[in-house]
């Protein structure tokens, strides 16, 4: 168990425990945990919960089959309350709905975040097996060459009708987009915050 988590905080061992979307950033629900449940999730990688109306343990999904499959598991400052990165496996709620929220769960813009991370581990802990480490090995005017050749690959495709092809050149152009970022030291938020500068003008 954690060792920053304290359960004796809250006089029945409950703590909140707020699930978020690991892609989209989306929060899609609220339960409660008690040491018990966070081990069990810890365990098996699904959430489970402590029912406070069911008083037992209780594995989201164990009914609908819409299980909640635990990437990541933060506890706040205090310890009391816990943040559970996850991957669903269906609606959230009882309702249906995507988020007991009602909010529609889409946008996965967060996973390039986590791409951007797994490129600058692959600039800094170099690996002779990793394409994008070869790319850091020839440097910046090979990256951005190689962004040249993906922007006229997409460019050609989007002449014709198919549209897997058309996607499939617009992923290597934003990777190598991100590669040449990191080589240059930058963030993807440098962009964003450009753009978000330029929207306010507008």
């Known amino acids: 168990m954690n060792s920053d988590i304290n359960f004796n905080k809250s006089p029945d061992g409950l703590l909140p ?33 402590f029912s406070r109306s069911k008083k037992r343990l209780w594995t989201k999904g164990e009914t609908s089959g819409n299980f909640l499959h635990v990437r990541e598991m933060l506890a706040d400052c205090d310890g009391d309350t816990l943040l559970i990165k996850a991957t669903p496996t269906g609606p959230v709620c009882h309702t249906g709905a995507d988020t007991c929220f009602e909010e529609v ?19 800094v802990n170099p690996s002779d097996k990793s ?17 040249g050749e993906e922007a006229v690959e997409l460019v050609i495709e989007a002449k014709d009708n198919n549209d897997d092809l058309f996607k499939g050149e617009a992923a290597d152009l934003l990777f190598h987009f991100l590669v040449l970022l990191e080589q240059k030291n930058m963030d993807l938020d440098d962009i964003v915050s450009v753009l978000k500068s330029r929207h306010i003008k507008q």
């Open 105 to 123: 769960n889409q946008g996965k813009g967060q996973f390039l975040n986590y791409l951007q991370a797994i490129i600058h581990d692959r600039k």
């Open 131 to 147: 394409y994008t480490t070869t790319l850091f090995n020839r440097g910046v005017n090979k990256i951005a060459q190689k962004v």
């Open 17 to 49: 425990a707020v699930i978020q979307d690991a892609e989209t950033g989306k929060v899609l629900m609220l339960g409660y945990m008690n040491s018990q449940a966070y081990e069990k999730t810890l365990a098996e990688n699904i959430v489970t919960f």
